[in-house]
């Protein structure tokens, strides 16, 4: 990516600083800064709560396959608006319903934010796809530290560990009025 094709990319879609459900514009081009090596052009990613698509689009523009899963059907229109041709979205409740998801290399971690059922998406990321990247957002949110605990939990088991903290400091304001804590996300491998 060019500087310019970047900000291009970002200004296309929403921010946590104005949509309380996004991601924030720093967790977006940290996702693009650290996927943009040409080895994960041809990988295929999985995101479970794409809600309505605004991180689903830089997704779209970094990975050869995106699938995109969340329960509401309004928040799959919006994704299939909003993205191209190599996103595939389905309308799925992934805490309740099978998986069957096709083979990836990256997943977004990104439906549910109750404990212990983000450890469970966790762990069943770990099970059901080959040594994934998993990335997870709300990591530094002091509203739901569920999010964090479940990440916690899963690294204190040695099932993963940090590789990245990406997205906001400590500090970011969101739209929702809420200051993080840590850092917005994680890369976990």
Not at 51 to 60: A, E, L, P, R, W
Not at 64 to 77: F, L, P, R
Not at 79 to 86: F, S
Request: with cysteine; hydrophobic share 35%; glycine share 4%.
């Amino acid at each position: 990516y060019t500087f310019d094709d970047k900000e291009l990319l970002l200004n296309s879609v929403r921010h946590k600083d104005t949509f309380k459900n996004a991601t924030s514009r720093k967790f977006k081009s940290d996702l693009i800064d650290f996927f943009r090596d040409d080895k994960y052009k041809d990988m295929k990613m999985v995101e479970l709560g794409c809600c309505q698509g605004d991180t689903t689009k830089v997704f779209s523009s970094l990975f050869k396959e995106v699938y995109a899963y969340d329960w509401s059907e309004e928040n799959i229109q919006e994704v299939r608006n909003k993205c191209g041709d190599n996103v595939y979205s389905e309308v799925m409740d992934v805490t309740k319903d099978e998986w069957k998801f096709p083979k990836a290399d990256v997943v977004f971690v990104d439906a549910s934010h109750d404990y212990p059922q983000v450890a469970i998406d966790i762990q069943k990321t770990i099970d059901y796809f080959d040594n994934p990247i998993i990335i997870l957002d709300d990591y530094g949110n002091p509203n739901n530290k569920n999010i964090r605990t479940s990440i916690d939990q899963k690294i204190n088991e040695g099932k993963v560990k940090i590789h990245k903290l990406i997205g906001e400091e400590v500090g970011f304001e969101t739209k929702a009025g809420w200051k993080m804590i840590d850092r917005e996300g994680v890369i976990l491998c």
